[in-house]
Structure formats: C-alpha cells, structure tokens
C-alpha cells in the first residue's frame, strides 16, 4: 500500500483516496497527483495505470474502505463508479466522520432509479421527455402497441449504461422490453421507464455541487455505440471530445438555470441535499435543451477529456463542495480541444477475452495521455482484464489536430484484435474548415 508524494509537495498535505477502477479512476488520479494539495494518494483498487497508488480493496468494499481510510487518516475520499454511492458509501463514511466527496445513498437515487429520476424532473419543472413507468411486462407491451415507434425503453436500476435502448422500430421496441424485464440486466429491469423518443445534439455536462450551487464543467459529446456510425450495441462509452462546436455560455447558462439547480431546490426541500457531480445527459432539441438522464459521479469516458481540459487544481473544487462553500469557487479551463478514443477487447460489449498482453508506446507531450481502464499486471506484464482497456486522450488546438494524434498513437499500440470506433469525434468537425 504505497502512495504518491508529488514534487510539489506541501508540508500540510493532504491524503486522498479515490475509489474505483476504471478510466475515469486513472484520470482522476493524474489530475490530483498534480495538486500541490496532494501529498499522500491512494486507488482502491485501481488498474495497472494506477499502479504506484494501488490498495487491493474493491470499490463496493466498503466496510474495508472505512476501515483503510480510519487507518491512514485520509483527508479526502473521492467516489468514481456509481455501485459504491447507490449502496451508500458516502453515509458510511460520514458517520465516522471521514470526508467523502459524492451524494448519499438517497441522492445518488437520480441514477439508480430511473423512475425516481423522472419524478424529480417532473418536480422540479425540468424539461423532459414524456414517460410512463411500468412493473408488468404484459403492460409495457401493450403501452408500445398503442404507441408504436421510435421510443426509448430504459431499465429503472444500475446497468453500466447498458440499460437504455433506443427503439426506431416497432419490433426493436417489443424486443427491448423483452430483454430488460426478462433478466438480461437482473433487478435492474424490474421495473422500465419508456419515453418519447427525442431528436437533436445529444450532450453531457458535468456539474460540481454542494447542495446549492452547480458550477459546470466543459461540455463533453459521447458516442454510446459500440460502431461506427452510432451503430451496434449500446456500451459504457467508446469516446468523447469536448467542447462540441454548438455548445455556448446562453446554452450553459439555460441547462444550469433551467434543469441543474432546480433540480437542486428539490432534492434539498426532499432533505436529500445533492453533493459531488451532478451529470446532466442532454439533448439539444429545437425547442430548447431537455434532460434524457441523471448521473450521480463523474463519467467514464466524459473524465478523461474533461480532465484534461482544466487548467486548476481539482482538490480545492472538491473540498468547496463537501464544504458548501462551492459559490467561492471558480475554475480554469483550457481554450483547446480534447478528444478520448477507448479501446475495448474484441466482442465488448458482449463475450471478450481477458489476459491480452499489451505494449504501450513512449509519450512525451503533457498533453497526451494513455487513460488505463480495463488492465491489470500479470507478472509484471501489462494484460487486458476488461471491456474497455484504453483510452487514448489527447488535448490540441483544434478538434482535427486531436484526433488525428489521438489516432496516430493508437496506430503504436500493440493490442492485438482491439476495438474502437475510427469515427470519434466526426460529429463535431461536420460544416468545421
């Protein structure tokens, strides 16, 4: 059990645990090794990029968790993956008086219901899609029938962001339900929400809060499929860029008044007060911008890139927020362009392989970074170990200047029979010179 002390070290500095594995886990490690704040980190359990801060405690661990953090007498722990903060993690550690960043267990519900979810939008006056909720397949069914397609179909609990179908045809509507409430995501598909189906840019912003204040992050485009051309399966994320060129400070400004801090009053009037990241996923329709979903953590692959885009230190944001001092807060961020091309193992989402040994090759821009995922060590060996293993995350000054780097390292890495989409990012070089 090691940890970091950064070459700007400080004599009051801080230890910080983050729990997690995966890329977003790694960036978010790189961002705070950085902070002159950080003197001692720790990753339970990390990946192999994460290494040199590892502790082997699992991210739904908790008891453990409390435990190691009691022992080291840890400053700060940040959240990464969604199961920790749905079972409570945050509750636990402040009952023992240990800092946490994220929502409690009750507020971390905007993602792990997706009907809690709509009642709160509905509550809150956000702009939304119109839905119904339903706990009988037979019901579900015959709701599609009368209403037919496109529509989206979505399992209420966890799925690692696999649980949202979006049905053009008819039979692809039938098939959802099928295989959401017939056990294809366990408990989760108990119970599916269905939505109308909305056209337009789709969107993530990414919010820090403290309960009464959202300060937003850039804006971060994802590409959910698993092909090119936003075809195939539904996975955990294939890459991001960030900031799309639609994006503006009016558009900002009209989800934050509109939709984030809303959001806020209600969950506080509920005495459910909402801290850590608020991850609002949009669409930009051409009656304004609606709310698709709630995410309660930093996303995964949104991080990588939003990481790299902000110039100042992440441990005092962080602090603000578990404080409820966000609105003395301000963030700096990089003018540039970022751009994250995951690879995953051959057949993610479906059956992969695992133990596919890997060569990396030699970076030496700053702004350039190979974001660990899904690997581990194997006798000092770097070896895939899950669905998505890389994520090749590069900041330039134009969008086509980071992806064609982006692309260009991923042509010197030996990962035999990886995927990834060649299309990262296109969406957003459309009517750019």
Request: glycine content about 10%; hydrophobic content about 40%; charged content about 25%.
């Amino acid at each position: 059990m090691t940890g970091l002390v950064p070459e700007k070290n400080s004599a009051k500095g801080k230890k910080i645990l983050i729990v997690g594995s995966g890329g977003r886990e790694h960036a978010l490690a790189w961002k705070i090794s950085q902070s002159p704040l950080c003197n001692e980190l720790y990753v339970a359990p990390g990946n192999a990029g994460t290494e040199k801060w590892n502790v082997p405690i699992k991210a739904d661990q908790i008891t453990e968790l409390v435990r190691f953090a009691k022992e080291k007498e840890i400053d700060l722990t940040v959240v990464g993956p969604e199961d920790p903060l749905s079972m409570g993690i945050v509750d636990s550690f402040q009952s023992e008086g240990l800092k946490i960043f994220g929502p409690s267990r009750e507020a971390a519900k905007l993602e792990s219901s997706k009907a809690f979810a709509k009642a709160i939008m509905y509550e809150a006056h956000v702009p939304t899609a119109e839905y119904r909720t339903f706990q009988v397949k037979e019901e579900a069914l015959e709701y599609i029938g009368k209403i037919g397609a496109p529509i989206v179909i979505k399992a209420d609990g966890l799925a690692a962001g696999k649980g949202v179908i979006v049905a053009t045809l008819f039979d692809e509507a039938i098939e959802g339900v099928e295989k959401i409430m017939g056990g294809a995501f366990g408990s989760a598909g108990n119970e599916v929400v269905i939505e109308e189906y909305l056209e337009g840019q789709e969107v993530s912003l990414l919010c820090f809060c403290d309960g009464i204040t959202a300060l937003p992050m850039v804006a971060v485009q994802d590409h959910k499929r698993a092909l090119n051309g936003d075809m195939g399966l539904n996975t955990g994320g294939m890459g991001t860029y960030s900031p799309p060129p639609f994006w503006t400070r009016e558009l900002e400004k009209e989800v934050i008044d509109k939709i984030a801090l809303p959001t806020l009053q209600v969950m506080r009037q509920k005495g459910t007060p909402f801290t850590g990241v608020l991850f609002l996923g949009l669409m930009i329709t051409s009656q304004g911008p609606k709310l698709l979903e709630y995410n309660v953590r930093f996303g995964d692959p949104e991080t990588q890139v939003v990481m790299t885009l902000l110039q100042s230190d992440l441990v005092p944001v962080l602090e603000a927020c578990t404080e409820g001092c966000l609105a003395q807060v301000e963030n700096e961020w990089s003018k540039d362009t970022a751009v994250c091309v995951v690879m995953a193992s051959q057949g993610y989402p479906g059956d992969y392989s695992k133990g596919v040994p890997i060569r990396l090759p030699q970076l030496n821009n700053d702004h350039e970074v190979i974001f660990h995922a899904g690997t581990s060590l194997d006798n000092g060996v770097l070896v895939s170990s899950g669905g998505r293993v890389l994520g090749i995350t590069v900041r330039g000054s134009s969008l086509k200047k980071a992806r064609e780097s982006a692309y260009r390292i991923i042509e010197k890495i030996d990962f035999p029979n990886a995927h990834y989409r060649s299309d990262i990012g296109i969406k957003g070089l459309k009517g750019i010179k």
